[in-house]
């Protein structure tokens, strides 16, 4: 009896250490494959301002941007076609397209959306004056790309990157600058209606 009694003590033994051991890859290789929020860094190409006039209000704004994508995980990232919408104090008055694509893990890739800005749109908003004499019109672009990040090349897990862009337009320099924000969300998404 002592003898059955110290070998269901033992197996008992070994498969706790063992689930301790599992326990601990699992948690390893979860902090070394989880999907990081990229860095993300917009450059202007080309930035035209073909006509701007506070009396009747106009704006023609042509701009081409390249967005340098740094994914700082281990593990690729596969994202399809998106279409979002660009902002002028809260009201949307263009769209951007982001062309399906890839960032490998641990690399950088540079992706070039297409952005179009309705210029009477903007010039239509009560606060196209005022930014206009400041010289300053302020956009907001918001990117939602939902894709699959792949796990030792095994596994897929969905995954969620969202990035919003402050970008300032400098209407008398022709010139503009930005600032991104990115976060990620991995595993299945729920919707809220």
């Given amino acids: 009896?002592?003898?059955?009694?110290?070998?269901?003590?033992?197996?008992?033994?070994?498969?706790?250490?063992?689930?301790?051991?599992?326990?601990?890859l699992a948690l390893v290789l979860y902090l070394l494959y989880?999907?990081?929020p990229p860095r993300v860094l917009t450059s202007p190409v080309e930035l035209g301002l073909e006509d701007f006039s506070l009396l009747p209000p106009s704006l023609t704004l042509t701009a081409s941007v390249?967005?340098?994508v740094v994914n700082p995980s281990r593990s690729?990232?596969?994202?399809?076609?998106?279409?979002?919408?660009?902002?002028?104090?809260?009201?949307?008055?263009?769209?951007?397209?982001?062309?399906?694509?890839?960032v490998g893990g641990r690399t950088?890739?540079?992706?070039?959306?297409?952005t179009e800005v309705d210029g009477v749109k903007?010039?239509?908003?009560?606060?196209?004056?005022?930014?206009?004499?400041?010289?300053?019109?302020?956009?907001?672009?918001?990117?939602?790309?939902?894709?699959?990040?792949?796990v030792l090349r095994a596994f897929e897990v969905s995954a969620t990157v969202e990035v919003v862009c402050y970008v300032q337009l400098y209407v008398f320099r022709e010139d503009s600058s930005s600032h991104c924000v990115a976060t990620v969300r991995a595993g299945p998404q729920r919707k809220y209606y």
Avoid: Q
């Fill in 34 to 36: 989880r999907p990081l």
């Fill in 76 to 102: 690729p990232f596969r994202y399809g076609e998106t279409v979002t919408a660009v902002t002028y104090h809260g009201e949307p008055v263009g769209t951007t397209v982001v062309p399906a694509g890839a």
């Fill in 108 to 114: 950088t890739t540079w992706v070039a959306p297409l």
């Fill in 122 to 150: 903007v010039a239509e908003n009560p606060h196209f004056a005022g930014d206009a004499l400041s010289g300053t019109l302020p956009f907001v672009v918001m990117v939602r790309l939902d894709g699959k990040a792949l």
């Fill in 66 to 68: 390249h967005v340098e």
């Fill in 1 to 24: 009896m002592k003898g059955r009694k110290k070998h269901h003590v033992l197996s008992c033994c070994l498969l706790l250490a063992l689930l301790i051991i599992l326990g601990i």
